[in-house]
């Protein structure tokens, strides 16, 4: 059984910036296609950003594209958002999921396991 826990929300002004980062435990996900999901209040969750397994192609959302970019270190068994030029809509509770496959996909139903979310919240 895999393990995934995100980290480093918190409060940013617009504009600012800030890194997400998602520890994997009980197995390795060199191999699996990981992603970022969000989810606002009162809203379905929606997709934010994936990466491949091992080669580390990603795909990414019209409305991130630009600002935010998804990477891994194998090394770490980590995956990380690092989210630039942050925008008062990007409010949202942050969740890591983990694919049973090497490839991307931007469905959440394509995810097998998932963390426990980090709140990010951007101030006006």
């Known amino acids: 059984q895999v393990q995934l826990v995100e980290s480093g929300g918190g409060l940013v002004q617009a504009g600012g910036s800030l890194r997400l980062s998602c520890a994997a435990s009980?197995?390795?996900?060199?191999?699996?296609?990981m992603g970022w999901f969000r989810q606002a209040p009162g809203k379905e969750r929606e997709f934010v950003a994936a990466?491949?397994?091992?080669?580390?192609?990603?795909v990414y959302a019209d409305s991130v594209k630009g600002r935010f970019t998804i990477s891994r270190d194998n090394a770490k068994n980590t995956v990380y958002l690092q989210m630039n030029s942050l925008k008062p809509e990007d409010t949202a509770v942050y969740y890591c999921?983990?694919?049973?496959?090497?490839?991307?996909?931007?469905?959440?139903?394509?995810?097998?396991?998932w963390g426990q979310g980090t709140q990010v919240t951007v101030s006006s």
């Open positions: 999921a983990l694919r049973f496959s090497y490839y991307v996909s931007h469905r959440s139903r394509d995810f097998s396991s």
């Open positions: 009980g197995r390795t996900i060199n191999s699996n296609a």
């Open positions: 990466i491949s397994g091992s080669e580390g192609g990603t």
